[in-house]
């Protein structure tokens, strides 16, 4: 199956230029696995970009964490594919529960979003995860079902494309799925890929966690079968980020 651990660590609206760059400096000196073993992919506010891109190691990658859903031109406050691409800048987050929640994204414009920057050639984290009153409710996969079935009715190639479960309870919370929670939810989006899309792309497709994941409860989750890796947020601003990079040595044993 071949799926690479992919690690990614989401700086939100965080940050000054100094405090950026600590980070940078953090990341750089560690000693993590190789390339071969995990991607790294960092994802800083849009106007720390060149400064973290000049200065960012070579093994570790960048990704914007948002991008407009057609060619750019008059959309004020707007950043597009196309810039992304222009500034060297490989991936880009789609459809974080912030944006789907606070800024009324639906899964049908994540869904456009998602094909115009894979049509550009960025690589896409694609976030899906259901609220606490519908897990409650009994619905999480029917949630992330319909919203990654937005993405497969546009698109045909998978292989740029990694997603994040993320359940909105989780995220920024400190109340972590359990690694049953987790691993039962990214079996059921990679079955749900292997019933509409195909084998291959279920096969094939990283799907990696995110919600509170810590230096101290990623290993656990990393050892979930369908957890292929993480997308962080508050401790990718932290040295512990190093340590969830690290959990990627699990899958090795
Ligand atoms: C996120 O926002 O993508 C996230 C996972 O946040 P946190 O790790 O802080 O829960």
Redesign the pocket.
């Known amino acids: 199956m071949g799926r690479k651990f992919f690690v990614g660590g ?1 700086w ?1 609206c965080n940050g000054t230029t100094e405090e950026v760059k600590k980070i940078v400096t953090t990341l750089n000196e560690a000693e993590v696995p190789s390339e071969d073993v995990v991607e790294v992919v960092v994802s800083p506010p849009f106007v720390f970009i060149p400064v973290v891109k000049s200065l960012l190691r070579p093994d570790f990658q960048i990704a914007a964490q948002n991008c407009w859903f057609r060619k750019g031109g008059a959309f004020t406050g707007e950043i597009s594919a196309e810039m992304l691409v222009n500034l060297g800048v490989p991936w880009v987050i789609l459809g ?1 529960s ?1 944006r789907r929640q606070l800024l009324s994204e639906s899964s049908e414009f994540v869904g456009e979003k998602v094909t115009y920057a894979l049509s550009l050639g960025l690589k896409v984290i694609a976030c899906v995860g259901e609220t606490l009153e519908e897990r409650e409710s009994g619905c999480t996969m029917e949630v992330v079902a319909v919203q990654t079935k937005a993405i497969a009715e546009r698109i045909s190639d998978w292989s740029n494309v990694v997603i994040a479960y ?1 359940p909105v309870w ?3 919370t400190g109340k972590v799925a359990t690694p049953a929670q987790a691993q039962e939810v990214h079996a059921g989006l990679r079955k749900w890929l292997h019933d509409k899309v195909s084998a291959e792309v279920a096969a094939s497709t990283r799907i990696i966690y ?4 810590n230096g101290a409860n990623c290993k656990e989750l990393a050892g979930q079968p369908d957890v292929d890796g993480f ?5 990718s601003l932290k040295p512990e980020f190093i340590d969830i990079i690290k959990s990627a040595t699990v899958k090795k044993n």
């Open positions: 989401n939100k974080h912030e993320e989780a995220i920024g995110g919600g509170s994941v997308l962080v947020g508050g401790a």
